[in-house]
């Protein structure tokens, strides 16, 4: 029993380890990122909207992965009236402030805007229970709920197996049981949300319009067309194309397109 305790931790340490690398590599870097975030910020005050989203994209380019800087792109480029990167940055940003009612109310505006709503409504009960999960919490924040769950459990087991007064072990008893249950329902919303991750990535349609066709190639019949902002799931690279899905009026609509068309919401 304890060498499958040690073996578990050690899991959920790596996992948790994994996900919670997005720390600035040095002070002199965090500076100079704070330079171009004013400096962008300025731009963008000053109504200069295409180097404000230039200047911001550059940190994203090289890697930097900030919430309030995904929300500062997507100002610049809804701005613009490029929806399809307004929303792509809007969903980023909300991957790591989930809870800030600015990115929310922009990313409801922006999809608001868009020409395919239908077609972004719906999908599996995964996909709704893992939007679900994204609304509250970051991944981040999830592996660490899981974590703290599993040796509170670990904990109260090992309090269990002493000698305690009846009504002190009966107690423990319904600490493990409620516990177990809030760790069974953690590790559940985060594995889900980890197997869609990877499984079906999501992605934005960045072109103002693209025809979706039934395989990956012009000689391909089009399908259906999709436009700027509709959010997709991609399921399969093949080449410059893509395979992607999207739930529309009850059923799930699939097709490829071209892989400069959209880009991943994933870092």
Same mark, same amino acid.
């Given at each position: 029993?304890?060498?499958?305790?040690?073996?578990?931790?050690?899991?959920?340490?790596?996992?948790?380890?994994?996900?919670?690398?997005?720390?600035?590599?040095?002070?002199?870097?965090?500076?100079?990122?704070?330079?171009?975030?004013?400096?962008?910020?300025?731009?963008?005050?000053?109504?200069?909207?295409?180097?404000?989203?230039?200047?911001?994209?550059?940190?994203?380019?090289?890697?930097?992965?900030?919430?309030?800087?995904?929300?500062?792109?997507?100002?610049?480029?809804?701005?613009?009236?490029?929806?399809?990167?307004?929303?792509?940055?809007?969903?980023?940003?909300?991957?790591?402030?989930?809870?800030?009612?600015?990115?929310?109310?922009?990313?409801?505006?922006?999809?608001?805007?868009?020409?395919?709503?239908?077609?972004?409504?719906?999908?599996?009960?995964?996909?709704?229970?893992?939007?679900?999960?994204?609304?509250?919490? /970051? @991944?981040?924040?999830?592996?660490? %709920?899981? +974590?703290?769950?599993?040796? !509170?459990?670990?904990?109260? &087991?090992?309090?269990? #197996?002493?000698?305690?007064?009846?009504?002190?072990?009966?107690?423990?008893?319904?600490?493990?049981?409620?516990?177990?249950?809030?760790?069974?329902?953690?590790?559940?919303?985060?594995?889900?949300?980890?197997?869609?991750?990877?499984?079906?990535?999501?992605?934005?349609?960045?072109?103002?319009?693209?025809?979706?066709?039934?395989?990956?190639?012009?000689?391909?019949?089009?399908?259906? /067309? @999709?436009?700027?902002?509709?959010? %997709?799931? +991609?399921?399969?690279?093949? !080449?410059?194309?893509?395979? &992607?899905?999207?739930? #529309?009026?009850?059923?799930?609509?699939?097709?490829?397109?071209?892989?400069?068309?959209?880009?991943?919401?994933?870092?």
């Amino acid at each position: 029993m304890k060498q499958t305790l040690i073996s578990i931790s050690i899991a959920l340490f790596i996992v948790a380890g994994l996900l919670l690398t997005n720390q600035p590599a040095s002070t002199t870097r965090a500076i100079s990122v704070a330079g171009v975030m004013q400096s962008a910020t300025q731009a963008y005050e000053a109504g200069k909207f295409p180097e404000a989203a230039s200047a911001y994209q550059q940190l994203v380019d090289q890697g930097t992965k900030n919430g309030e800087l995904y929300y500062n792109l997507g100002n610049a480029y809804f701005k613009q009236g490029d929806l399809g990167r307004a929303i792509l940055n809007y969903r980023r940003a909300a991957r790591l402030l989930p809870r800030d009612s600015d990115v929310q109310a922009n990313l409801t505006l922006a999809f608001s805007q868009t020409k395919d709503q239908q077609a972004q409504a719906g999908g599996t009960t995964i996909s709704r229970l893992t939007k679900l999960a994204e609304r509250w919490l /970051t @991944l981040n924040e999830m592996a660490v %709920i899981a +974590l703290s769950l599993w040796f !509170g459990v670990s904990i109260l &087991l090992l309090a269990l #197996s002493k000698e305690h007064p009846p009504r002190l072990k009966e107690g423990l008893q319904y600490g493990v049981i409620v516990t177990v249950l809030a760790l069974c329902l953690s590790v559940a919303a985060l594995g889900s949300r980890l197997y869609e991750e990877w499984t079906e990535p999501a992605g934005i349609v960045v072109a103002n319009a693209v025809d979706v066709t039934s395989g990956p190639g012009k000689q391909y019949t089009t399908e259906f /067309t @999709l436009h700027s902002g509709t959010e %997709i799931k +991609l399921l399969e690279y093949r !080449g410059e194309w893509v395979r &992607l899905a999207l739930a #529309s009026e009850g059923e799930q609509l699939q097709g490829w397109m071209p892989t400069q068309a959209v880009e991943a919401v994933g870092f």
